[in-house]
């Protein structure tokens, strides 16, 4: 398999002693990764170096084998994102909001707008204005945004931040449809939960440090959730 995603020594800390140290991790495309920590453990920081929002100490991050930091444009050629929260404007409609973001790419109309609508469960709200939503929509929005070019790897943040039970089905479902054509998912999340049933890959970070990667079917050939799994793992490197 060739990689999607490859972290060398990838390192940024803040003045205020967070961010993350000496980060090694390799994603393959067609894995839905999971990134799995407590808040404040590094996760929103290494997710802004993939995608080029915050520049590293030290260390690279490479995507489809091209450098964040050296050859940006290329890197990001395939690369959907959706990082902390989903951004729109609350004063155009939910498909004037898409028609603007597709003037970034050559081959995205109307039909491809209406698509991901549809994918994302918003093409009944398509006239209406982002002002109106609730939180679960406006990330609904969001990930009808980030995958608009079609792409081959989708960083998403938090996805499942404000989505009622319904939404989180949905959510989890189109990440797996989406998986089954080829897009490979680094996710970060704190639900626990989700990520055991969504994620085919899982690596625990705690305290800026990457501590474990598994798959998810190893984990829980030796554990009986993911939560116990996590519990040990934050519990073991707490202590060290």
Known sequence: MSLAIEMTGLTKVYPNG??????NLTVEEGDIFGFL????????????MMAGLVKPDRGDVRLFGASVTDDFVNA????GCMIETAESYPYMTANDNLKLFATFYPDVDQK???ECLEITGMLKYKHEKPRR????????????????????LLILD?????LDVEGMLEMRRMIKQLSQHGTTFFISSHLIHDVELTCTRIGVVYGGKLVNVD???????????????FVSEVERHARI
């Open 112 to 114: 491809r707008i209406d």
């Open 76 to 79: 990001m050629k395939h690369v």
């Open 133 to 152: 939503f609730s939180l679960g929509m406006k990330q609904r929005l969001g990930i009808a945004a980030a995958i608009l070019s079609r792409p081959r």
């Open 158 to 162: 938090e996805p499942l931040n404000g």
């Open 37 to 48: 920590g407590p808040n404040g453990a590094g996760k929103t920081t290494a997710m802004k």
């Open 215 to 229: 798959d998810t079917q190893s984990i829980l050939a030796n554990y009986s959730s993911l939560e116990n799994y």
């Open 18 to 23: 967070r961010g993350i140290s000496d980060v």
